[in-house]
């Protein structure tokens, strides 16, 4: 591997070259959790590799056991009922990069760090992973764009029964519906991603981005319009106490008891 002299990654993140392709991974522990921190680093180190000529591809990837359980909500800031507004806007930007990303899912990709990981082109897994949109079980609208990402990935059937269950698959059924796109042998995930990161690098580097511009045209805009209808219903259902009863369920590893206000 090489470093990258010039640019220095934002805290928890490091960035490394294998030839053409990119190693960027990102440690929050012990869950993962990410914050406008977390985004705008994640934004700042690929918007650098899609200036570098060198790269054609990057591999994204978590530290630990969870791939990231989504955004932290314990915080003052984050109950602000704007905090999700203020996030999400910045996180379109990641939909705006030019250049092909596979997501590495190991462990668990929930709520909002599932949203993370359908920014990516694609994700490769393993059968111990875990998916879940939990956003109804917590009380709150999903956010993250999946209103669109995960109707584009799955279809708009499929998308729903995920998103109003809120119920989990592994890596395994994952694959079989579309919602990631590799499936490895547990431990063997980020090998199983570098393989398919070099089948991609050995592409043209010119019609790879055109043909993943046109894949993609007019995704950002998508999502950029979608998480403005997201953090409108996430800013009142914050307030409700179906959320904070979802949230005290989580963290109790109860069932929640919700009672529609």
Avoid at 81 to 103: G, M, Q, S
Avoid at 221 to 250: C, P
Wanted: glycine share 10%; charged share 25%; hydrophobic share 45%.
């Amino acid at each position: 591997m090489s470093a990258t002299p010039g640019f220095t990654p934002g805290r928890g993140l490091s960035l490394e070259l294998q030839g053409h392709v990119a190693v960027l991974e990102f440690s929050r522990p012990p869950f993962n959790y990410f914050d406008k921190e977390l985004i705008e680093d994640l934004v700042a180190a690929l918007d650098y590799l899609d200036s570098l000529e060198q790269c054609r591809v990057t591999v994204l990837q978590a530290q630990g056991k969870v791939f990231c359980a989504g955004a932290d909500f314990s915080g003052a800031e984050q109950r602000d009922p704007e905090f999700p507004r203020r996030l999400y806007r910045f996180a379109v930007r990641l939909f705006r990069v030019r250049k092909p990303v596979i997501c590495v899912v190991e462990g668990a990709a929930v709520g909002g760090g599932l949203g993370l990981a359908l920014f990516a082109d694609f994700r490769v897994t393993s059968e111990r992973a875990r998916f879940s949109a939990n956003f109804n079980r917590l009380g709150i609208h999903p956010g993250f764009g999946l209103s669109v990402t995960l109707p584009r990935l799955l279809g708009q059937q499929q998308a729903a029964l995920l998103l109003a269950t809120g119920r989990r698959i592994d890596g395994a059924e994952a694959v079989r519906i579309g919602l990631a796109d590799v499936l490895a042998p547990a431990g063997e995930e980020r090998q199983a991603a570098l393989a398919l990161a070099g089948e991609i690098a050995l592409c043209a580097p010119l019609s790879l981005l055109s043909t993943r511009e046109t894949l993609r045209q007019g995704l950002a805009e998508q999502v950029e319009r979608a998480v403005e209808r997201e953090a409108d219903e996430q800013a009142w259902q914050i307030r409700s106490e179906d959320f904070a009863e979802g949230t005290q369920a989580m963290t109790e590893r109860r069932e929640p008891r919700f009672k529609g206000r």
